[in-house]
């Protein structure tokens, strides 16, 4: 369980920081792409994040994803909600917390077939301390963080 202090420095750091994004689909994006353009498969199959290139590109619930190669691109237009990150590629740790915030493509983990990406690697760090829990109360906030514009 994370004490006050624990609570109050995340919500501090989630709701301070933030990444000149715009939202242009469903999910978090960057520069027009989802993911800052790094490609969602990779995460899966290279456990690395892994750039994508413009000519390797998908637009998916209005949000334009991009792939290292074609093998991922047909990967993900197969089953893109397989691939597509979790909470619409927003903190994991923010949502747990009911907040919206963007995130960093090396602070990423797999858990269970699903891609969850944080703030960045410290806030990662702080997530993993009770993956399930976060996870839980990630997917309980989610509906009503998904409303919310980005905390910057």
């Not at 202090?5 to 990444?19: K, N, W």
């Amino acid at each position: 369980m994370i004490d006050i202090t624990q609570r109050l420095t995340t919500g501090f750091i989630l709701l301070c920081l933030g990444a000149g994004a715009a939202l242009a689909g469903d999910f978090f994006e960057a520069d027009g792409f989802a993911l800052r353009g790094y490609d969602p498969v990779a995460y899966f199959e290279s456990a690395l994040p892994v750039h994508g290139v413009e000519t390797q590109s998908f637009e998916y619930k209005g949000s334009k994803f991009l792939f290292a190669s074609a093998a991922n691109r047909a990967r993900f237009v197969a089953e893109p909600e397989k691939y597509a990150p979790q909470y619409g590629g927003y903190c994991a740790m923010g949502t747990a917390n009911g907040y919206k915030v963007a995130t960093q493509p090396d602070a990423f983990q797999v858990v269970d077939g699903k891609l969850y990406l944080n703030y960045n690697r410290q806030v990662r760090d702080i997530w993993r301390k009770d993956v399930p829990g976060n996870i839980t109360r990630a997917d309980a906030n989610w509906p009503e963080v998904a409303k919310q514009p980005m905390q910057q």
